[in-house]
């Protein structure tokens, strides 16, 4: 395994009014996964493309383990890819599948055995060898591709949104699964999903990305608990955090009751948003009496989403008098016992909530990294 320093890297399709990448800056160090996360069209694909070679930039560098591979054709750059189609030959075995980039490149047929065996045996399918691809579930068979690129033991892997054909039940065992392995083989890996929950779950660092260009990168929980702007908030997190439109005047932002200070060292003035967490409303009876110094008002249950382990509600309520009516996502552990149109009392302890710029989207206080 190696080290990938991607720098200053852009590319721009014939014909599109804007760039896929409009320069981006990425190191994955030697045995870590890197996840690239963001919506459909911010460039996650153009990235693992443009590292394999299947892809041409239109500037900047790209370097793995020291060698620069602007000038290196795509079979002679050690990488593995592992695509959202499974791409298997349906009349070669599951076994002569995995082995298939061994042969291509000499192998031996003993030598060729024994790799398949050792990565048949870290992804749980000796049994499978003899089958052929028709024979097998799609988990199966993303596990078979997986397998043909972990013998080729390159110097990285790069996967491209493997799980996204897979259903919700597999996909959540799989990506366990995949985030076992990697870190057991200590592989360098880059990670392309959609999938936040599956990005949380795999990466050793997660990179958000949106128009061409990474927003955030660091540690989920980093990334999760600071991000550094709104639209990264709103990107990670199920059920989605939620937004309320406020002003600074005079150095204070009055909201539901509660005067508000801006994080300590930030002189905002004029419109910002406060971000809250579904999972830090904390939903009362009516009559309870708010702490002190926290965010308190009333709201009414309009729907509700059981789902065993939580219930996520969907409220509305003014949290100033004269505001407007405002829908509010709280998470609740277990099953919430209330019926629809319920009054409860929202509290927010004033240290959860999160502070952005309303102009330029960035979180206050925030160092961006």
């Known amino acids: 395994m190696a080290k990938l320093v991607i720098e200053g890297l852009k590319r ?43 892809d041409l930039p239109d500037g900047g560098t790209i370097s793995l383990a020291g060698r620069e591979l602007s000038s290196v054709p795509p079979q002679d750059r050690d990488v593995a890819m592992v695509f959202q189609g499974y791409a ?14 061994l042969k291509m490149r000499g192998v031996k047929a003993p030598e060729r055995r024994a790799k398949v065996g050792e990565a048949a045996g870290l992804l749980g ?10 024979e097998l579930s799609g988990g ?16 990285i892997f790069l996967f491209d949104e493997p799980l ?21 083989l200590g592989a360098t890996a880059i990670y392309v999903t959609h999938d936040q929950i599956e990005a949380m779950t795999v990466g050793d660092r997660i990179a958000v990305m949106r128009a061409g260009e990474i927003e955030q990168i660091g540690r989920p929980r980093d990334v999760y608990e600071a991000p550094a702007t709104s639209f990264v908030a709103g990107f990670l997190g199920t059920p989605a955090i939620n937004f309320f439109d406020a002003r600074v005047a005079n150095g204070l932002v009055r ?10 060292g930030v002189k905002a003035q004029g419109a910002v948003m406060l971000g809250v967490r579904p999972e830090r409303i904390s939903v009362r009876a009516c009559d309870d009496a708010p702490p002190a110094h926290a965010i308190s008002f009333l709201a009414q249950v309009t729907a509700s989403e059981p789902l065993g382990s939580a219930t996520i509600l969907h409220c509305e309520g003014r949290p100033e008098e004269g505001a ?45 990294s």
Not at 88 to 101: D, W
Not at 164 to 184: C, G, H, I, M, P
Not at 334 to 363: I, K, M, N, P, Y
């Open 164 to 184: 996204s054909n897979l259903d919700a039940a597999l996909r959540t065992t799989l990506r366990v699964e995949v985030a076992r392995l990697l870190r057991k």
């Open 88 to 101: 298997l030959y349906p009349h070669m075995s599951v076994a002569e599948n995995i082995g298939f980039p």
């Open 255 to 264: 909201f539901a009751g509660v005067a508000l200070e801006p994080p300590r």
């Open 12 to 54: 721009r399709y014939p014909g599109a009014s804007k760039a896929a990448l409009a320069g981006i800056d990425l190191t994955v160090e030697d045995g870590e996964v890197v996840v690239l996360v963001g919506p459909s069209g911010c460039g996650k694909s153009t990235v693992l493309r443009l590292i394999a070679g299947l």
């Open 140 to 155: 199966e068979r993303q596990r078979v591709a997986m397998g043909r690129a972990l013998v080729r033991n390159p110097k």
């Open 125 to 134: 399918i000796e049994k499978l060898l003899e089958r052929q691809p028709g």
């Open 324 to 368: 407007e009516r405002v829908v509010v996502r709280a998470a609740v552990p277990g099953f919430f016992d209330s019926s629809l149109s319920d009054s409860v009392r929202l509290v927010v302890d004033t240290e959860h909530v999160l502070w952005f710029d309303a102009s330029t989207q960035t979180r206050l206080g925030a160092v961006r």
